[in-house]
């Protein structure tokens, strides 16, 4: 640092200590949610921020930094999937053609909870759930339902489905045949996330390791040889951090569970070289908005490194992080929901900088309820003005070289690799999650931010600061009433239409193969398109593989 440089640093600094003592609320520590402190400014003062070995390559090449395709946005947009499903298959399409109309450019499916844990309308499991939080899909006739008028081979799919994945999937497979339309013509993502429901979300129904994670390893194998253009695993750090992590758990934790699946289908017989390049990602844009774009980048680093290191992946296509992005559901508030809209549009905006290839925008008003017609199409709209209106696709990656977001994209990994080692020493993410790691690390982060909103330490508008003038509630989405017993209605009259003996004789199908070592996944079909129910499949596969009870993590 030369003279002038120091002179003009110590008038810097005390015109800072003289601005600080006449503060009127100062606070010692500046920090994201993750806890990574935030210097006062960065470059100036620190020569090392900004060196070539940092490693960030050029756009789409390794370490992927700043993107995982040369050109980004430049080309092609990223995909608006909006992310919908409620009441009944038919309500459901309407509302995907609706917005399909609008602009939207890929589907992303939401199924109600029995769907998700396997059981079909008419069980008394059931009973207040159906179609509640997502829509209701117990059979092909429901799927044929859900799809109707969509154009298959133009439209990608997303489906939020885990334990029932293999189900869905072949639900969806069959419809497809039904039309005529060729396997290799799908493309689109099937989530089959399973460690992240015993971490976080809770919708598992079978052990990890010796069912979860067979039935994982059988979809990969499957989707290999028939759809090849489809992604088998979205490999979700979202609910993890809608449950409460940080950001730096969300990405740890993830990247810990895609080591796990990718060793498991490699112990099934899978090369990795066979499924590296279809697996996908899902994560979060939560609030701190540079903690969030440097969390990307950094997973995408750590993520290319890993596959390079770990697995031998030469082909740096194998070594491409690609995910989906949703904005936080967690941060959404029933008081002033009209704060919602400048929230989902500044997450929007993080997962957008950070590189996303595709994105959901949640309504304002899911604080409340299902998102109206109306609130869906708003959200819609905020990605085609942040697309369109704001430059932010004109250039790849145009926060690269800065060196606040270099440094946190440097401290997240950091932090990041350090969990990844203690979950390694644990015996790796199945056995971490027996042992309640990361359920007591999620816990704890949880309630050290509940800790920190409830003292004002951290600010959420309308609800611990700014609470008056509050804004007139908007209309809630209700669903039917009747929808449970016309679910019930329709469901016997399918079961009375089939022919018992080819329903007896897949349903044994199914059970030979989920006690032997053939793939669970053409038998499954060919059940779906013998007329059986989802819940009739997963109640076979129960006898067989039993359930998964959960051991609170204190």
């Known amino acids: 640092m030369s003279k002038s440089d120091a002179s003009s640093r110590a008038a810097w600094e005390r015109a800072v200590k003289e601005q600080l003592e006449r503060a009127p609320e100062r606070r010692e520590r500046f920090e994201t949610t993750s806890g990574i402190e935030i210097e006062r400014t960065y470059g100036l003062d620190h020569p090392a921020d900004w060196e070539p070995e940092r490693d960030l390559g050029w756009p789409g090449e390794f370490p992927f930094t700043r993107s995982v395709y040369a050109t980004m946005y430049r080309s092609r947009p990223w995909t608006m999937r909006q992310y919908s499903g409620f009441g009944t298959a038919a309500e459901t399409n309407r509302r995907f053609r609706y917005l399909l109309d609008r602009g939207q450019t890929g589907l992303s499916v939401a199924f109600d909870l029995p769907t998700q844990m396997g059981y079909d309308s008419d069980h008394p499991m059931a009973e207040g759930e159906v179609g509640r939080v997502g829509v209701a899909i117990s059979s092909i006739d429901d799927m044929e339902a859900l799809l109707e008028s969509i154009p298959l081979d133009r439209v990608s799919t997303s489906m939020t489905i885990n334990s029932t994945a293999g189900i869905l999937l072949c639900l969806y497979v069959a419809v497809a045949r039904r039309h005529g339309v060729a396997l290799d013509r799908l493309s689109g993502t099937i989530q089959n996330d399973l460690l992240k429901e015993y971490i976080a979300r809770g919708t598992y129904i079978y052990p990890p390791a010796a069912a979860s994670l067979r039935l994982t390893s059988d979809i990969f194998a499957w989707c290999q040889l028939h759809l090849p253009r489809w992604n088998p695993i979205s490999i ?168 606040f977001v270099e440094r946190l994209t440097d401290a997240l990994e950091s932090r990041a690799r350090d969990y990844l080692e203690r979950i390694e020493a644990l015996g790796g993410a199945v056995r971490a999650i027996e042992k309640g790691f990361q359920q007591r690390e999620i816990q704890e982060a949880a309630w050290t931010w509940q800790r920190r909103v409830e003292a004002e330490d951290e600010i959420v508008v309308g609800v611990n600061r700014y609470s008056g003038g509050a804004s007139a509630a908007p209309s809630v989405l209700r669903l039917d009433e009747s929808l449970a017993r016309a679910r019930a209605a329709d469901l016997a009259r399918f079961r009375q239409s089939r022919d018992p003996a080819a329903v007896a004789r897949a349903l044994a199908a199914i059970e030979s193969a989920a006690r032997g070592e053939e793939s669970v996944v053409p038998p499954i079909l060919e059940a779906v398109e013998a007329r059986i129910t989802l819940g009739e499949i997963s109640d076979q596969l129960r006898v067989v593989f039993g359930t998964h009870r959960e051991t609170a993590a204190l």
């Open 236 to 403: 979700s750090g979202y609910h993890i951090r809608e449950a409460g992590s940080t950001a730096v758990q969300e990405v740890a934790f993830t990247l810990a569970n895609a080591i796990a699946y990718c060793d498991a289908a490699i112990a099934r017989g899978l090369r990795f070289e066979e499924f590296g390049e279809r697996l996908s990602f899902f994560f979060n844009a939560h609030s701190n908005f540079f903690e969030e774009i440097a969390k990307f980048r950094a997973a995408r680093r750590m993520w290319a490194r890993i596959a390079r290191e770990r697995y031998g992946a030469v082909d740096p296509a194998l070594c491409r992080l690609r995910f989906h992005t949703q904005t936080a559901g967690s941060t959404l508030t029933a008081q002033q929901p009209d704060n919602n809209v400048v929230r989902v549009a500044l997450q929007a905006l993080s997962a957008v900088l950070g590189g996303t290839q595709s994105l959901h925008t949640n309504g304002m008003d899911e604080a409340l309820g299902l998102p109206t017609e109306s609130s869906a199409l708003l959200a819609l709209r905020t990605q085609q003005v942040i697309a369109h209106e704001t430059g932010v696709m004109d250039t790849i990656d145009p926060l690269g070289g800065s060196w």
